[in-house]
């Protein structure tokens, strides 16, 4: 491991141009350069062009293209038509669908559940 590999490249050389050049003037380019290559390189860029989408395509893809509005038209129909012709078995009202009345008999129970109750407690 003393004796160096006689395939390996001498780099004292190397390691001298880089010193030399570390030592050289500055060479940024100057603000004129950089302008002018600024004002080529927006020159050559492409313009974007706004594309006009209707407002039925935008409201289509929110909803989740037409797989979407499929589902949304059959869930639409299964409603109307619930809503039209309900099911015998169906309650007429929200309480007695719940059955709040035989589980909370007491009125300020109902209240509290109702979500009422709040003004009576403070009196």
């Known amino acids: 491991m003393t004796h160096p590999d ?4 001498d780099m004292t050389g190397l390691d001298a141009l880089f010193a030399d050049a570390a030592k ?6 100057s603000e004129a350069f950089m302008t002018q290559m600024m004002e080529s390189a927006l020159a050559h860029q492409p313009v974007p062009v706004a594309i006009a989408v209707p407002w039925w395509r935008q409201a289509l893809s929110v909803l989740g293209g037409w797989q979407g509005m499929g589902g949304l038209v059959a869930a639409t129909c299964a409603g109307f038509w619930i809503g039209v012709n309900p099911p ?3 309650p007429s009202s929200f309480d007695s ?3 709040i009345e035989a589980v909370y008999s007491d009125s ?6 109702l979500g009422f109750g709040w003004d009576l407690e403070e009196e």
Do not use: F, H, S, W
């Open 108 to 113: 300020e129970d109902m209240a509290d559940l």
């Open 24 to 29: 050289g003037p500055d060479l940024a380019p």
């Open 88 to 90: 015998d078995t169906m």
């Open 6 to 9: 006689p395939d390996t490249p």
């Open 97 to 99: 669908l719940l059955n």
